[in-house]
């Protein structure tokens, strides 16, 4: 009898933890290694999203992102990078991106597989985010905060480095 009523408990917590998953979160996506992540569970943490791409002169800010998520990850912060070729400089296959990222940039926070930014084709988070700020990412390593609850986004252009203060001020008071 008890653990039939605990089952009940646990299945109802679940569904109403399932169900309080604001829209902006409620996506899942694989990462590049075939990895399940559910953005639900981030929503009371700042998220950090970037589109990327392996052959782009802001390329070099994978270094800055994976830095940002070694330093702050136990903190709180969701670095996650969604590799496109929107703008035609990203490699061939989700093979080839995860590859590159790795050896080239040692990067170990969570990159999804390849997918679609802008336009009619974006991801359905992107959409949101578009629709959210107004902004569509106009070039690669575009970058957007999500605060927690997803009561504030914010955009972010490719020439604005993750590590700055404009971007770094949003996201540093909500770090634990």
């Not at 040692?106 to 679609?116: E, L």
Request: overall charge positive; charged content about 20%; proline content about 6%.
């Amino acid at each position: 009898m008890i653990k039939y009523f605990i089952g009940v408990v646990v299945m109802s917590l679940s569904s109403a933890a399932f169900a309080a998953c604001p829209d902006l979160y409620n996506h899942q996506f694989t990462t590049l290694q075939g990895n399940k992540i559910n953005l639900c569970d981030y929503q009371d943490k700042p998220i950090l999203v970037v589109n990327t791409a392996s052959k782009c002169g802001f390329t070099p800010q994978f270094e800055t992102l994976e830095g940002l998520y070694k330093r702050y990850q136990s903190k709180g912060l969701l670095v996650v990078g969604f590799p496109s070729n929107d703008f035609r400089q990203e490699l061939a296959s989700d093979k080839e991106v995860g590859d590159f990222c790795i050896n080239t940039y040692s990067v170990k926070f969570p990159m999804i597989t390849k997918t679609s930014v802008t336009g009619p084709n974006a991801n359905p988070l992107h959409k949101q985010l578009i629709a959210i700020t107004k902004q569509s990412p106009m070039w690669n390593f575009y970058k957007y905060v999500i605060l927690p609850g997803g009561k504030q986004v914010y955009a972010f252009s490719s020439e604005v480095d993750p590590a700055s203060e404009e971007v770094m001020g949003k996201i540093k008071p909500f770090l634990k």
